[in-house]
């Protein structure tokens, strides 16, 4: 089996709290792990931190994040946290069976980080892999972290635009990434207990609209087209069946206490 024999879905743009966006990625992996459609998607976040699967929560400045109305989330994958917003962020899922993608990670973000690459130089952006390791500049923060050729994009004057990474769940791979379309620098770094230099992260770390004369909605529906097309995905939408799933999963695991802040 080939990504090319599946039956392929795109949704998007979406736009739901942290946690029902988390939602829906795992019941997409149960979908098509039980022989449904797999999934491409464009998302986008209100202002929210997603924090990595093992990380510890005291790096989260809660009170800022509480007074400044940013939600918290945490991922099923690796990595620093990032700050999401409608403004800065553009967000992409990708969601297929285990057995249709190379077993090797290397080679799996390869072929999943094809149409990222696309969409980036169809926006008129030159993006590619981070040609080598590049120590942290901040490691809670995942713009901030060392940058490895496996899964950051950088810009033509090495800053970091994207990060990718990936977790399999029930006979499926799933692949997240963000996309940096414009920054916000001080709400991105509030949000992390202890000082961060705002200049360090400016940088570190570079964003779409600073390479390329785009509007962002041109961008969302430039990365929405270059997913579909990839895969040759129909538009579509979540069942009701899945909504309703979703929004059980975001209410008994992404939204409590437990899994948000729970210990590395």
């Known amino acids: 089996m080939t990504l090319a024999d599946l039956d392929w879905r795109v949704v998007g743009e979406e736009r739901h709290d942290g ?9 997409a992996a149960e979908t098509v792990a039980d022989g449904g459609p797999a999934t491409v998607r464009v998302y986008t976040w209100p202002d929210t931190l997603s924090l990595g699967y093992r990380q510890d929560p005291d790096s989260v400045d809660w009170e800022y994040c509480e007074r400044e109305g940013i939600g918290v989330t945490r991922r099923p994958t690796g990595g620093g946290a990032i700050y999401h917003d409608s403004v800065a962020d553009i967000s992409y899922g990708i969601v297929a069976p285990a057995d249709a993608v190379p077993g090797d990670l290397m080679e799996c973000y390869e072929l999943f980080c094809e149409p990222i690459l ?25 713009y901030l972290r060392e940058l490895h050729p496996a899964h950051d994009i950088v810009g033509s004057d090495g800053r970091k635009l994207g ?10 791979v799933v692949q997240h990434g963000s996309l940096s379309f414009s920054l916000r620098p001080e709400r991105h770094c509030g949000c992390f207990s202890g000082d961060i230099d705002i200049d360090a992260f ?19 529906e430039t990365l929405k087209e270059t997913l579909a097309e990839w895969v040759d995905a129909e538009e579509s939408e979540w ?5 309703s ?3 059980e999963r975001a209410e008994s695991k992404y939204d409590t206490e437990a899994w948000v802040r729970r210990s590395p």
């Open 19 to 27: 946690p029902l966006t988390m939602a829906f990625e795992e019941v």
């Open 118 to 142: 696309d969409a980036f130089e169809d926006m008129g952006v030159d993006a590619k892999f981070v040609a080598g390791e590049r120590e942290a500049v901040h490691r809670p923060a995942c």
């Open 163 to 172: 990060g990718n990474a990936q977790y399999r769940q029930r006979d499926a």
């Open 202 to 220: 400016r940088e570190r770390v570079g964003a779409i609209d600073e390479y390329a004369d785009i509007e962002r909605e041109t961008a969302v």
């Open 239 to 243: 069942t009701d069946e899945e909504r």
């Open 245 to 247: 799933r979703a929004r």
